[in-house]
């Protein structure tokens, strides 16, 4: 069954320090891959997403990912955090051949000062 | 830019009641979803919905919901009979059809509260 894993539910980073939330997934084929971030009381905002064109994509805000075939990843990271970054994190995933995206469980990334 | 718009964005309801959360989706999308996000848990693929039918559900989506485009512009996800257990968070989705790997852009989701 594919499936989506989020590795920590809540990740504190200090403000200008590195981000990196994981994601992992199980497929027998190549999936597609996206990122979504959640602001408090607001909905699922697109961060990126890979498509098979580019193993590293970047996206909004200054966050990029790269897919890692072999060790079936797709973490996100940004270089420096930013206090505005403090929000939850999704990583999804949708199938060839279905239009559902499985999300994993969230990552809430808090940033300090 | 173009957003997926969802009323109302609270909604508290008896359990047992009829309750009816609504969408818009970006106007020129012809893909359009439910998912649900109960409090502390993941969020969670309902239904899909394509030139006016059911694409693809989840076993979430049994005989209590449905869904509906009224309009050329509305989305509806209705559920006859709430119960305790449907208090989450409704996200409604869209996405176009010229490209299959175009990403669904959701809305802000209604929190459904069933007393």
């Known amino acids: 069954a594919q499936s989506v894993t989020q590795l920590g539910s809540h990740v504190s980073v200090s403000e200008g320090a590195l981000v990196l939330l994981r994601c992992n997934y199980s497929s027998s084929v190549p999936p597609y891959l996206f990122w979504y971030v959640q602001y408090p009381n607001q909905g699922l905002q697109l961060l990126l997403k890979?498509?098979?064109?580019?193993?590293l994509v970047k996206g909004i805000n200054g966050f990029e990912a790269e897919f890692k075939k072999s060790e079936t990843s797709f973490h996100l990271t940004k270089p420096s955090a930013h206090m505005s970054d403090a929000a939850e994190y999704f990583c999804?995933?949708?199938?060839?051949?279905?239009?559902?995206?499985?999300f994993g469980t969230g990552t809430r990334l808090k940033v300090l000062a | 830019e173009p957003e997926v718009t969802q009323t109302p964005s609270h909604q508290v309801t008896q359990m047992g009641q009829e309750v009816i959360l609504r969408c818009v989706p970006i106007?020129?999308?012809?893909?359009f979803y439910w998912y649900r996000q109960i409090l502390g848990q993941k969020v969670e693929f309902l239904v899909s919905f394509y030139n006016n039918e059911i694409s693809e559900k989840s076993e979430i989506f049994d005989d209590q919901f449905s869904v509906e485009r009224p309009d050329g512009s509305n989305f509806t996800l209705k559920i006859r009979s709430t119960k305790l257990e449907d208090s989450a968070m409704y996200f409604c989705?869209?996405?176009?059809?010229?490209?299959?790997?175009?990403?669904?852009?959701f809305g802000d989701g209604t929190r459904l509260s069933i007393l």
């Open positions: 999804a995933v949708r199938l060839s051949g279905t239009y559902k995206y499985i």
């Open positions: 106007s020129n999308h012809l893909y």
């Open positions: 989705a869209s996405r176009g059809i010229r490209d299959r790997n175009q990403p669904q852009h």
């Open positions: 890979y498509t098979s064109a580019a193993t």
